[in-house]
């Protein structure tokens, strides 16, 4: 998956739970700056952010590496 699908399934995810951003910045511990910066593109989250807001949303994420 790539970043932009991310953005798209945690922000459809969020949106679906009903789930303000400002409360998932909240429960996830996160900055709402950061998450904004996310949801618009233009962040670049550590994976432990996401590792954050996946657990509060539900969504298991999983990472490949790929050989060269």
């Not at 618009?40 to 790929?66: A, H, M, Q, W």
Request: aromatic residues 2%.
């Amino acid at each position: 998956m790539h970043l932009r699908e991310l953005i798209a399934t945690v922000k459809a995810r969020r949106e679906m739970l009903g789930v303000t951003q400002e409360q998932l910045a909240d429960l996830s511990g996160i900055g709402l700056r950061t998450l904004k910066q996310f949801e618009s593109g233009r962040g670049n989250p550590t994976l432990d952010t996401l590792k954050k807001i996946g657990d509060v949303l539900g969504l298991e994420l999983t990472f490949k590496v790929k050989k060269l």
